[in-house]
């Protein structure tokens, strides 16, 4: 595997810091997932199924259609005309730059960079930028671990 794709033990202890993402989690209500695919087979709309069923509002993020799981969809985080707590990222690692970007000018404060999704121009340019920053780790995983819903 390329290490340029893996997190240092120091990125991880920032990236990856479960007090962190217990408390995101739990004061978190609205996700944007940008990337979630209408296709039931993949891994983004098991993960919008299973955050909605926990008690999330999921706001689609796809810019080729107008409805996933019964919420409106829109082509980018710019268009989302309400208060969104984490964008969750199902994107290739060469799109997350401008997603950053958008999360930074909509005042969005958390980004989640999915399993296995590794930009780190990306991550420092959110992490400089305020950001609460969780990388490399399955925000659905990650809530089954730490059996958390969203305060009501």
């Known amino acids: 595997m390329d290490k340029d794709l893996l997190l240092t033990l120091a990125e991880q202890a920032l990236y990856q810091d479960q007090t962190a993402i217990k408390t995101v989690l739990r004061q978190s209500k609205t996700i944007a ?15 919008a199924v299973y955050l909605q069923a926990s008690g999330y509002r999921v706001i689609p993020v796809n810019p080729y259609h107008s409805f996933i799981l019964g919420e409106r969809s829109y082509p980018d985080l710019y268009s989302i005309p309400e208060n969104v707590d984490i964008v969750d990222v199902f994107r290739p690692n060469n799109d997350c730059l401008p997603i950053v970007n958008a999360t930074i000018a909509c005042k969005m404060a958390v980004i989640w960079f999915q399993l296995g999704i590794m930009n780190r121009e990306a991550i420092n340019q959110a992490q400089l930028a305020g950001l609460t920053v969780i990388a490399d780790l399955c925000i659905k995983i990650e809530a089954e671990r730490y059996h958390i819903e969203p305060d009501k």
């Open 33 to 47: 997932i940008v990337g979630l695919s209408a296709d039931a087979t993949k891994d983004s709309y098991k993960v």
